[in-house]
């Protein structure tokens, strides 16, 4: 796997369960009534947003809070105090989140970034995700890596070829990951780009690695 300078190659890499992943991450649930915080993180294009919908489609009462909503005309990295104030901590309290960032309201645009009432688990991702300052409200971290080749290409196709974007966000991407290294506080690593045969409905491919929810025994 083709890896930007600074991550580690993990593996070896495995196919297991999907329904496995989602009670792992999901664990006793979260104490008081709360929400559960799962973190999926890893870089633009790895498989973030679907590893993410299919996790809350193997969970009861889960929700999706995407950062690119938060992020939006905000900043590509500066939105941590936004989600954590507007989202995750009130969350976390059991509150309904109905979260409209500053630039929502500055530019018209409609709707919330919302999290149900009854929502058991909230699964936030997006490159940054899992950073280091929002650590002490999250419950999990996934990280997904992927190859970087690969990742470029299906970032451009579903960004309609827009190379001066891709690379601008590159010269944020590439340092801040480089400096918070979330991969070293993951829980479970998943492969965005696999390579091992598996169902791509019923199972993900994963990292055997020492995650701080259960390490995995040896092979």
Do not use: C
Not at 50 to 70: G, K, N, Q, S
Not at 124 to 131: L, N, P, S
């Amino acid at each position: 796997m083709r890896l930007p300078a600074g991550e580690p190659a993990f593996g070896p890499w495995r196919a297991q369960p999907l329904a496995a992943l989602a009670a792992r991450l999901a664990g006793d649930g979260a104490p008081a009534g709360r929400a559960r915080v799962i973190a999926v993180d890893g870089r633009s294009a790895s498989g973030k947003t679907t590893l993410a919908a299919r996790l809350a489609a193997a969970l009861p009462r889960a929700a999706v809070v995407h950062t690119d909503d938060v992020a939006w005309h905000h900043g590509f990295f500066n939105w941590g105090e936004l989600l954590a104030t507007g989202v995750l901590e009130p969350a976390r309290r059991g509150e309904p989140v109905a979260y409209r960032p500053p630039p929502w309201d500055e530019r018209g645009r409609p709707g919330a970034v919302a999290v149900p009432a009854g929502t058991a688990v909230v699964i936030v991702e997006g490159v940054g995700a899992g950073r280091r300052a929002l650590s002490h409200l999250l419950d999990a971290l996934v990280w997904v890596q992927s190859d970087a080749v690969l990742a470029r290409e299906r970032g451009l196709a579903r960004d309609g070829d827009d190379v001066a974007f891709w690379d601008e966000w590159d010269v944020e991407e590439v340092p801040f990951l480089a400096a918070d290294r979330p991969w070293e506080r993951a829980d479970a690593i998943v492969a965005g780009t696999p390579v091992l045969a598996h169902d791509p409905v019923t199972e993900v491919v994963t990292a055997r690695q020492d995650g701080r929810l259960h390490p995995e025994a040896p092979a």
